[in-house]
Nanobody, 123 residues
Framework: QVQLVESGGGLVQAGGSLRLSCVAS????????MGWFRQAPGKEREFVAA????????NYADSVKGRFTISRDNAKKTVYLQMNSLKPEDTAVYYC????????????????WGQGTQVTVSS
């Protein structure tokens, strides 16, 4: 069983930056693919970014490419999402997720989910 706890959300002005963190429990964190998703009010949850167990491969949604960076520190059992040049349309609850099988595609099934952290970008 894996528990995921996100932090780092908040209120920021457009053009600003935030870094989200997700700390995982369990001894096999380094074997999981980790992903970030988000859900805006009235919208479906959408894929944001994913990273392989080694950190060597990543995938991003087109809407965040060039602005967001996913990274991980397996020693700290933590995955990060650095968000720069934030826009009001980035406002959402951001979720961290883990999957045991390989695959970085946006429609992959994830096995474990965090509770989410709110990100609000004001114009």
């Amino acid at each position: 069983q894996v528990q995921l706890v996100e932090s780092g959300g908040g209120l920021v002005q457009a053009g600003g930056s935030l870094r989200l963190s997700c700390v995982a429990s369990g001894r096999t964190f380094s074997t999981y693919v980790m992903g970030w998703f988000r859900q805006a009010p009235g919208k479906e949850r959408e894929f944001v970014a994913a990273i392989t167990w080694s950190g060597g491969n990543t995938n991003y949604a087109d809407s965040v490419k060039g602005r967001f960076t996913i990274s991980r520190d397996n020693a700290k059992k933590t995955v990060y999402l650095q968000m720069n040049s934030l826009k009001p349309e980035d406002t959402a609850v951001y979720y961290c997720a883990a999957r045991t099988a390989y695959g970085l595609g946006p429609n992959m099934r994830y096995d474990y989910w965090g509770q989410g952290t709110q990100v609000t970008v004001s114009s």
